[in-house]
């Protein structure tokens, strides 16, 4: 396997992780880093570097990072979140990788594109529940700031710095076990 398809492969596991975060703002750095030839797309995904693209997924990212700072508007997103992140996870994926089998392409967008994303924003999703719960929501823009900065800061380090984007998605999903463990109702015996 040649080393940019290890790179190509990286830059779709970190932004499909960025993609759990923020559905759009991981499509728009991708968008622009296709346009500005920081990256190349597979061939029949050069369209998400075009102008019209770049412009409708900034829209959409602006739009998206303000409406997650509305309480109870930021779950009813939530709700939507988990199967968009998963289709565009797998979408990114398909785009990124290069010099593969459309099997095994497709195989690992689903599996490591879609499957990332939808990890980490059903992790994300029971975050915000667990907020809204626990502080009738005055905690989520906090949540969203930091899920707003997490998927900003993971999709420039995915276009920039692939091979290290995958090390920060370990050790997302390592942080998201570790607070699974720590808030998964304990089973008790009853004698």
Do not use: H
Request: aromatic letters at 10%.
């Amino acid at each position: 396997m040649a080393v940019e398809t290890i790179i190509s492969i990286c830059l779709g596991i970190g932004l499909a992780a960025s993609v759990g975060f923020r559905v759009f703002l991981p499509l728009f750095a991708l968008s622009l880093a296709s346009y500005f030839d920081v990256w190349q797309l597979n061939e029949s995904w050069q369209w998400i570097g075009s102008a019209p693209a770049l412009i409708t997924l900034g829209v959409a990212t602006i739009i998206e990072i303000f409406a997650y700072f509305i309480p109870y508007i930021d779950n009813l997103l939530d709700s939507l979140a988990v199967p968009m992140a998963a289709l565009a996870g797998t979408a990114v994926m398909l785009s990124t990788v290069a010099d593969l089998s459309p099997v095994i392409t497709w195989s690992l967008a689903i599996i490591a594109g879609g499957g990332t994303a939808a990890a980490v924003a059903g992790s994300s999703c029971a975050t915000r529940l667990t907020s809204t719960a626990t502080t009738g929501g005055l905690v989520n823009p906090l949540v969203s700031a930091a899920e707003t900065g997490t998927s900003m800061v993971m999709s420039v380090v995915s276009i920039f710095l692939p091979i290290l984007a995958t090390v920060l998605v370990l050790v997302i999903f390592v942080v998201i076990f570790k607070l699974y463990k720590k808030f998964k109702p304990s089973k008790t015996k009853n004698i």
